[in-house]
């Protein structure tokens, strides 16, 4: 089972205001994801990392920040809260190197923004 | 580019009835394959994986092969039950060998299965 942790889990905020998703894991991974997932379903990659003071752009373009700092923990930033940013927002981890590892995923964190 | 096509869904079966959810891909090098289930509300796990050809990943009654010649993971189950019931995802990794995108996975469009009692 992975350990690996978002906060909040479900959150609803009005237009404008600034949001920071949490994001934890105890597997000592270098390599951290965020994911966002659409009402369809679609997966998509909007930030990575491969280790403290990494980050990287994803597949998607993002309004959203990130920042990695400690090797465990790597949040997620909304400046400015828009109803189009109403998703769902995964946090997932793995070991760094090699296609073939596997990607830790958390339980999610629903935003949305009224 | 590399890219993920998946079966639409939704499926909807009867308990016991056979599952074959289909995947096929399109990617430069040998990437890695997996299947990932989603349960209501929940994140993302793990079904199974193949890292090569012919590699066949297994799990909880699922399996799937990694078919090179054809491009496909079709993720089959033999007897599918309720607690089956999910969205599934098939994935490959990035088989770019350099920097830090190595690994990043593409994810199909998900497959939602209702399995009926």
């Known amino acids: 089972e992975a350990d690996i942790y978002q906060t909040p889990r479900y959150l609803v905020i009005g237009t404008g205001k600034k949001i920071t998703l949490e994001c934890s894991q105890t597997m000592g991974h270098d390599k951290m994801y965020w994911y966002q997932q659409d009402p369809g379903m679609e997966l998509h990659l909007i930030h990575y990392?491969?280790?403290?003071?990494?980050?990287e752009k994803g597949d998607l373009s993002s309004e959203s920040t990130v920042s990695r700092i400690r090797t465990e923990h790597f949040p997620l930033t909304l400046e400015s809260a828009r109803p189009s940013h109403t998703s769902q927002y995964l946090c997932?981890?793995?070991?760094?190197?090699?296609?073939?590892?596997?990607?830790?995923f958390g339980e999610g964190s629903w935003l949305t923004v009224v | 580019g590399n890219s993920v096509t998946q079966m639409e869904g939704p499926v909807t079966l009867s308990e016991e009835a056979f599952l074959t959810i289909n995947c096929t891909y399109t990617a430069t090098g040998y990437p890695s394959l997996f299947w990932y289930v989603q349960y209501p509300g929940e994140g993302l796990q793990l079904l199974l994986k193949?890292?090569?050809?012919?590699d066949k990943g297994s799990n909880k009654g699922f399996e799937a092969t990694y078919r090179k010649e054809t491009t496909s993971f079709h993720l089959e189950k033999g007897s599918v039950q309720v607690s089956d019931s999910a969205v599934y995802f098939c994935a490959l990794s990035d088989p770019m060998n350099y920097g830090g995108s190595q690994g990043n996975l593409i994810f199909g469009k998900g497959t939602k299965l209702s399995v009926k009692p």
């Open positions: 997932a981890s793995s070991e760094v190197g090699g296609s073939g590892n596997t990607i830790y």
């Open positions: 990392s491969y280790g403290v003071n990494s980050t």
């Open positions: 193949a890292t090569k050809a012919d």
